[in-house]
């Protein structure tokens, strides 16, 4: 193995070490997100597992996907919701009106538990023995292409279902 191969085998290293940390804050991020009981906080780690996500997408060679990761979740969804927190006048600190039973904690937890082993099933059954180098990575202008023309009707769908949540979600903050 030349140089050149030992650069890109301790590139991969690295790649998959950053991997595993942000893996892991992304994990703990997303815990605090359904544990803590101030609204605020819980999108305030919020901002922290898209944040992670953005990062997996730049060690993913897609720059462009983590872009708008940061501007559309982290910049637009983020600061809705703390709108919406704020305009509902949603309780900031602990609620004894809104704690769940224990019941129903614990079912929530089987039901993760669930998700979670699904999607392992999911991406080892997408990616098996695939290693991380041999992922084609698909520019910027592919991507634009495949969203304007293959999946154009989707993509125009999902933008009028976020219309009419974004639409719902002003009707059912209104007091009047």
């Known amino acids: 193995m030349g140089s050149q191969g030992m650069l890109v085998a301790d590139l991969l290293v690295a790649q998959n070490i950053a991997f595993y940390v942000i893996a892991v804050g992304m994990v703990v991020s997303a815990v605090k997100v359904v544990t803590v009981k101030n609204m605020v906080h ?9 944040g992670g996500i953005a990062a997996q997408f730049i060690l993913l060679a897609a720059e462009f996907v983590a872009i708008t990761q940061v501007l559309v979740y982290i910049g ?3 600061v809705l919701f703390l709108f919406g927190i704020m305009l509902t006048r949603a ?6 009106q809104l704690d769940n039973p224990a019941q129903a904690r614990a079912v929530g937890a089987g039901i993760a538990v669930m998700l979670f082993a699904v999607m392992g099933f999911a991406l080892w059954d997408g990616f098996q023995d695939r290693q991380f180098g041999q992922i084609l990575v698909q520019r910027t202008a592919q991507v634009s292409d495949s969203i304007f023309s293959t999946y154009l009707l989707p993509f125009e769908v999902v933008s009028v279902l976020l219309l009419a949540a974004l639409i719902g979600a002003i009707v059912l903050a209104r007091r009047d």
């Open 76 to 78: 637009a969804i983020v």
């Open 42 to 50: 819980a999108a305030l780690w919020l901002v922290l597992v898209l």
């Open 91 to 96: 309780p900031m600190g602990r609620s004894t």
